[in-house]
């Protein structure tokens, strides 16, 4: 019997990553492979870091073993077809004991296809918990990815609440094994954590605590900074949903899939946010109105990264440094030649945020002054921006959302839109739309695996071996309260 260490840098996580095919490997060549790591004791304590979430909550960040880490529930990631594969799910296995794998024999010999998202309970056998929650993750880079990594913590939670856990942890969901970036992790968990706390008018009736694990030092402090950039939000200062609900007649704030979009009459070199939207020329060196405000505002270090930057062509954006302003980056866009380049570069601009993690955004009346574009033709493309981005199935990081107008005849004019985007839909619906209680069903002609559901409807033979020959499908979407049927 061969012994070989292996102690260098990174060694260690390369092997343990590739541990499966290379026991295949090695079964191929009539050998056995077994691997051991020496478990070195640290001289500084492990990284732990709490995080308050509203008035009855926090999120821990902690350094360690999750397989050895006490808590109501803990949750261990799995692929659909519930094997031990990745190195956590076999930890769980060889220190919760044979009892835990029962629950996913039992699915496997009943053949039940689980998908990215779904979870399952089990008992938890000799770990340091109550109650064992399987999780099935998806793979980086699958469609729809970073929306079933947050339903699988959504659905982990509420599994955890249904079983009365005070606390339940978990790993950095969706790193190493299943793609996924520290960065992916993160926005995945706080999105669904933010849905959780919603959905429960932030005051979950039993959980408290929720812990992130992870033996990786970096990663644990990586996922710590995140946080403290994204942050939670103060509940104890926001109005609860159904209070918003019943404010249909709110002319400065609306909100769209949760995130509020605020609006002020001011200058906008005075916000204190992540990122400012400065609507320049080609050159990046327009001197006049707001944008000539933001430039002298923001410094000569900006005027100068804008010439390093400059040319730009129509519709396109970039981030600067903020110079003297109290922001991160000034998100320099082109200024635009319709009312659809409003749209398109803003969208590019909300994109390259979310690249950078940014929370907070500051818009001014694009278009409005040089461009020449009434005020209510731009704000309107503003909204179509925000409404498309934000409610795509990816998380974003955004909290908040402000746009600023300078002249108060434009505020007026963005003010109307806001107030009639806040009015209750009334009066009848269109032909091709029913509502039966409160789901509205829509009849639409398309190509039904273009679209974006949890689940398709597929009219098939009875031993589901149907093929080809049709053309027309049935999709029934549920999603919240709306319904679809394409036909």
């Not at 478990?39 to 308050?52: A, C, E, L, N, R």
């Not at 999120?59 to 803990?74: K, P, V, Y």
């Not at 053949?111 to 998806?138: C, E, F, H, M, R």
């Not at 866009?333 to 570069?345: F, L």
Request: net charge neutral; proline share 4%; with cysteine.
């Amino acid at each position: 019997m061969e012994s070989h260490k292996y102690s260098k840098a990174g060694e260690a996580k390369f092997l343990e990553k590739n541990e499966a095919n290379m026991k295949t490997k090695a079964k191929e060549m009539q050998c056995s492979l077994y691997l051991s790591q020496e478990h070195v004791v640290k001289s500084s304590p492990p990284k732990s870091f709490t995080h308050k979430i509203g008035n009855f909550m926090t999120l821990s960040i902690a350094e360690g073993d999750l397989h050895h880490f006490t808590a109501d529930a803990l949750t261990c990631p799995m692929n659909a077809n519930l094997a031990f594969g990745n190195p956590v799910a076999q930890c769980f296995l060889q220190f919760g004991g044979d009892e835990i794998s029962e629950v996913c024999k039992t699915q496997q010999k009943q053949q039940q296809s689980l998908l990215p998202g779904d979870v399952v309970l089990s008992d938890a056998g000799k770990l340091n918990a109550g109650t064992l929650i399987y999780a099935v993750l998806p793979q980086k880079g699958q469609r729809l990815d970073s929306h079933y990594l947050q339903s699988a913590v959504y659905n982990s939670l509420l599994k955890a609440e249904g079983k009365g856990c005070a606390s339940m942890a978990l790993p950095a969901v969706g790193c190493e094994s299943f793609g996924f970036s520290v960065k992916d992790s993160c926005v995945a968990l706080r999105a669904a954590v933010l849905q959780f706390c919603s959905d429960r008018q932030n005051s979950p009736k039993n959980i408290r605590c929720i812990s992130i694990v992870d033996s990786d030092e970096e990663i644990v402090e990586e996922y710590n900074t995140l946080i403290q950039e994204l942050g939670f939000p103060d509940t104890s200062t926001t109005v609860p949903l159904q209070s918003l609900k019943l404010k249909h007649g709110s002319d400065t704030r609306v909100l769209i899939n949760g995130v509020p979009i605020c609006l002020k009459n001011g200058d906008i070199t005075k916000e204190t946010v992540d990122v400012i939207v400065n609507s320049t020329n080609k050159s990046l060196d327009l001197n006049t109105g707001v944008s000539g405000a933001i430039l002298k505002a923001a410094g000569q270090s900006v005027v100068d990264e804008c010439k390093k930057q400059a040319p730009q062509k129509t519709g396109a954006a970039v981030l600067t440094g903020a110079g003297a302003l109290q922001c991160k980056f000034i998100a320099q866009m082109v200024g635009p030649d319709s009312t659809a380049d409003i749209t398109s570069s803003l969208e590019m601009v909300l994109n390259l945020c979310e690249a950078k993690t940014a929370t907070t955004l500051a818009i001014p009346a694009i278009g409005t002054g040089r461009g020449g574009f009434a005020p209510k033709e731009s704000i309107k493309a503003i909204f179509t921006a925000l409404e498309k981005h934000l409610k795509e199935p990816n998380s974003s990081c955004f909290r908040s959302i402000t746009v600023v107008a300078f002249e108060q005849k434009t505020f007026d004019d963005f003010r109307d839109h806001f107030k009639v985007w806040n009015k209750p839909a009334s009066g009848k619906m269109p032909e091709n739309q029913v509502k039966i209680v409160s789901v509205r069903i829509e009849v639409k002609k398309g190509d039904i695996t273009n679209e974006t559901v949890r689940g398709i409807v597929n009219t098939t033979n009875r031993d589901m071996s149907l093929r080809g020959g049709l053309y027309d499908h049935i999709d029934l979407k549920i999603h919240k309260k709306d319904t679809f049927i394409s036909t």
